[in-house]
């Protein structure tokens, strides 16, 4: 299977995802990271030849618009960047790591449709190349220091507590979990997820850590409410559909040319 | 006609404002100001009768969301008082104004499109009540003060310039223009061109006044232009209909049994 590739893909995401923030502060990353909200809806039309109603694409473009709005810096912040005073670079890797989150997402939930293999089987070819990679890079990197620490395998847990492990456990739920999206349900709620986990987790920060409730912070949440009715809403329900749809509809079996006839 | 009643409307209106100002920053005053996005669409259901998809409302909604998105603060901008340390009567006074300025609109395109009357007639009879209003509130001001500056007839073009008399042409010819769209078109074109027009300014305001251009700006822009899709777009061009109302309003005049039995 092509799990390889998925793994290739993901280590070089992880890579240009470190390369981007070289150049840009941590809330330029941020805003940048919602590109990949929209490069996912293209490429899932792309390669998966799923197709999306005008509104739904209005509602990929909402999505990514209202995260970024909650993320934008209000009055009085301490550090200032503005958005765009970035090296070019910056830009670039940005939407090179947008791009290749979508590509890994959407060959992940085509591998992950395409036969009906265990979950945990397509899981672990993912995770073993995944490892494999992710081996061959340390290496890399202890070989061009010459091994001056020492190989990898014997610092590799330095400094880890309780709470590390926690993160380790809980960043192996979540691909789990996103594993279980692709395989049943699509790319599109993915994104939805992950833009309402980050949603909720400014709120819980609002009592937890006493982060300052913005309204950029209600405005985003607002935006992106919206866009998850126009995306998932049933059509019915959103516009009055044209009278003689609903006629057609409910009364299949009462054809009548009369009725045609004046609508 | 009820035009008097129009004319009181407005009056109160604009003692609304700035009683408003006295309590609120000039920047939680404007975001406030549009709230009037919302009260408007809601007297326009009541009042003028006019059904609203909910898709349409979710657009209004958006509308007003766009609109204080792109209002919003920035990083390092002067004053920064928040947006939620206004007295209670500023905000009170804020959404009376959003109220009388929906109520005062929904009953101007009323009273326009309950007859064939000219345009200009009716907006005599507005202004002349108008007029009347304005010179007793003014007459009420020095009566207050025990007409020690001399009464307002001899005080009211003081300070006029060039500038000023443009200002004045400006905004007549603003109101004539609203009234043409009362009579031919409707209160929700109204607060879509008015919000159009505020994100235009700023956008101007970039080029004339070097106004920063901000991320939330863009950001209301695009909020804005999908709002107006929304509203204003086809039903068959956002959604995809349900094959049965397409082939019908396609084909009124082929009816054919076998085609309906097969859908």
């Not at 209005?58 to 970024?68: M, P, R």
């Amino acid at each position: 299977m092509k799990w390889y590739f998925v793994a290739a893909l993901l280590t070089l995401l992880t890579s240009s995802q470190f390369a981007t923030l070289t150049y840009v502060d941590p809330s330029t990353y941020q805003i940048m990271g919602n590109l990949k909200i929209v490069t996912t809806g293209i490429l899932f039309r792309l390669f998966l030849r799923r197709k999306m109603s005008n509104l739904q694409w209005l509602a990929i473009v909402l999505l990514a618009v209202g995260a970024t709005t909650s993320q934008v810096k209000g009055c009085g912040e301490a550090s200032c960047d503005s958005l765009f005073s970035a090296p070019i670079q910056g830009y670039m890797l940005g939407i090179l790591s947008a791009c290749l989150s979508a590509l890994a997402g959407v060959y992940t939930e085509y591998l992950m449709k395409k036969n009906s293999d265990s979950l945990y089987w397509q899981n672990l070819q993912l995770y073993t190349f995944g490892a494999i990679f992710n081996m061959i890079r340390l290496l890399w990197d202890d070989f061009q220091v010459g091994f001056n620490k020492g190989p990898w395998w014997q610092r590799i847990f330095n400094g880890y507590t309780v709470t590390t492990w926690l993160v380790v456990l809980n960043l192996g739920s979540t691909g789990l979990l996103v594993s279980w999206l692709m395989k049943y349900a699509d790319n599109i709620v993915k994104v939805y997820s992950t833009s309402m986990a980050m949603l909720l987790t400014m709120i819980i920060s609002v009592y937890l850590f006493h982060f300052k409730p913005t309204v950029q912070l209600f405005l985003g949440i607002v935006i992106c409410m919206i866009s998850l009715h126009m995306y998932f809403a049933p059509v019915h329900i959103l516009v009055d559909l044209p009278k003689a749809s609903k006629e057609t509809s409910v009364s299949l079996n009462e054809i009548s040319v009369e009725r045609l006839v004046e609508s």
